[in-house]
């Protein structure tokens, strides 16, 4: 492992970069089957505890506000102390978490139950910094590759997480864990692979090597830009939100508007859909990160656009029809992968190394904080003018993205 005063030369950089894009993707494997775990079991959770469907969305909530409030502290650590540091530390979070929400189910409390699914959440900030330091070091034409592929391991636990369910109730049932507790088992060990993995492995730091890079010179300008754009970085950050806010409101009803089509079969027709969906999110997401290289970031992000429209449309044409739902959810996840990978590649190049940090934390925020409120929103939309105008609404934000695109440009 080379020290990181040693990391002088343009070689060097390009072998320590792939050295972090590894490790940061193996640690995005391990935090995902946590996180899943946490998704698929927090709503039941908070449902058996309180004793009211109706509160189990707050598992949700909660797992969002633990993400927006830590997005910006833990991002400012990362600036001072390095990104080692800071994902660690949304590990133990994390860590924490888990168990407070096995004691939450072992004594029935419902509000501990929140606490500890905020703390899960707060760890997930830390998850969403690795696609931001895998572009620390990376060079200009592969800054989207590398963020594409750290977001693609997502995928691989975002899968897993929930296909632990079964084995880990059985589990947690043989050594004598609460109900719906057992997936967490293989959480806590996943989490406790992830903390010794960026422990370890995670040197020299990527952010503190650019940082020391960015004043000495040292490796050349094909690694270290040392450019501010602060119009450019505002438009990646609205970018950002404006297409989460149009997957997460239009996805999160979906089951719901499915439920009602076909009551009968709502559990096939939501789990093939929602795994779809889920795969266009993360699947080809190193494919749009090969494009916002060769073909810019700006083209991406509109490309990125072009796709939402087309499944928003698709959405309010037919409403009614599965399979139509089916493609539009296809089609969200695509649009959103290409525009998230792309815009945040800008946001990146368009910041200063030292401001870096700061700027990233306040767009995972701003992300995460839209998203819950964009969510909220949707179920009074949808009951209101129902899902095709639900698209239609989500219409609307990806026009007011695309119109103001040509801020990137200044």
């Known amino acids: 492992m080379p020290d990181a005063s040693a990391v002088t030369t343009p070689e060097a950089v390009a072998a320590l970069q792939r050295r972090t894009v590894t490790v940061l993707a193996a640690g995005q494997v391990l935090g995902g089957i946590a996180f899943g775990a946490t998704v698929s079991l927090g709503a039941l959770l908070a449902a058996d505890l309180s004793g009211q469907d109706s509160l189990s969305g707050l598992a949700t909530a909660s797992v969002t506000l633990g993400a927006a409030l830590c997005a910006i502290p833990l991002a400012r650590l990362a600036g001072r102390r390095g990104r080692r540091f800071a994902l660690t530390l949304g590990n133990l979070f994390a860590l924490v978490g888990i168990a407070t929400v096995i004691t939450a189910a072992a004594v029935r409390s419902f509000p501990l139950l929140l606490v500890g699914v905020i703390l899960i959440g707060a760890g997930n ?34 899968v897993i997480g929930p296909l ?15 109900p719906l507790t057992g997936s967490y088992a293989f959480s806590l060990v996943a989490q406790v692979a992830a903390f010794l993995l960026y422990l370890t492995a995670l040197r020299p730091d990527p952010l503190l090597t650019a940082q020391r890079l960015a004043r000495s010179g040292e490796a050349g300008r094909e690694h270290i830009v040392e450019t501010d754009r602060p119009i450019a970085a505002r438009y ?4 950002v939100a404006g297409s989460h806010v149009v997957m997460a409101s239009v996805m999160a009803m979906t089951p719901v508007h499915l439920a009602h089509l076909d009551p009968a079969h709502v559990t096939t027709i939501v789990g093939v859909t929602i795994a779809l969906h889920v795969f266009g999110m993360y699947g080809l997401s190193p494919l749009f990160g090969i494009l916002a290289d060769r073909w810019g970031r700006m083209p991406t992000i509109l490309l990125g656009q072009g796709i939402l429209a087309a499944s928003l449309v698709t959405a309010a044409i037919a409403p009614r029809s599965q399979v139509a739902v089916l493609i539009a959810l296809f089609l969200l996840g695509l649009g959103w992968s ?3 990978v792309s815009g945040a590649a800008l946001l990146t190049e368009s910041t200063l190394t ?16 839209s998203a819950a409120v964009g969510s909220m929103l949707a179920g009074v939309v949808l009951g209101w003018i129902g899902y095709g105008g639900l698209a239609l609404v989500a219409l609307g934000i990806v026009v007011m993205v695309t119109v103001l695109s040509p801020y990137a440009r200044r």
């Open 125 to 158: 900030a830390g998850n969403l910094q690795s696609r931001f330091a895998a572009t620390d070091l990376a060079a200009s034409g592969r800054r989207g590759r590398a963020l594409g592929t750290v977001v693609w391991a997502t995928t691989v636990g975002g």
């Open 354 to 369: 030292a401001m870096r940090p700061r700027r990233q934390g306040r767009s995972d925020t701003i992300m995460t904080l």
């Open 338 to 340: 290409a525009a998230t």
């Open 236 to 239: 990646a950050i609205f970018a």
């Open 164 to 178: 632990m369910l079964t084995p880990g109730e059985a589990l947690g049932q043989a050594i004598g864990m609460p």
